[in-house]
């Protein structure tokens, strides 16, 4: 079984700053790519940024410049440095890890809120 943990959610004002983060661990092998989606109230989900495990990025184009996505792979890590927060960013943030072979399987964090308000 696959566990994936974020943390690092929150409240913030335009223009702050956050941090999530989340680890994996479990029965993991070939590890694909990482990444983050999120999800605001009416809205589908949406990818925000994307690492794939030979370190190449992508990132939606609402957050290029703002958002970078790093990860760790000795402890199965992915983060998400959040700069210059907008109230549009609100949503509530979800870990993905794409793994497995020669399927493909996806696991997801349980989400974190993030909340951006003056």
């Known amino acids: 079984q696959v566990q994936l943990v974020e943390s690092g959610g929150g409240l913030v004002q335009p223009g702050g700053s956050l941090r999530l983060s989340c680890a994996a661990s479990g029965s993991i092998f070939n590890i694909r790519d990482m990444g983050w989606y999120r999800q605001a109230p009416g809205k589908e989900r949406e990818l925000v940024a994307l690492?794939?495990?030979?370190?190449?990025?992508n990132y939606a184009d609402s957050v290029k410049g703002r958002f970078t996505i790093s990860r760790d792979n000795a402890k199965i890590t992915v983060y998400l440095q959040m700069n210059n927060l907008k109230p549009e960013d609100t949503a509530v943030y979800y870990c993905n890890l794409g793994w497995g072979w020669p399927r493909r399987s996806d696991s997801w964090g349980q989400g974190t809120q993030v909340t951006v308000s003056s």
């Open positions: 690492i794939t495990n030979g370190g190449l990025t």
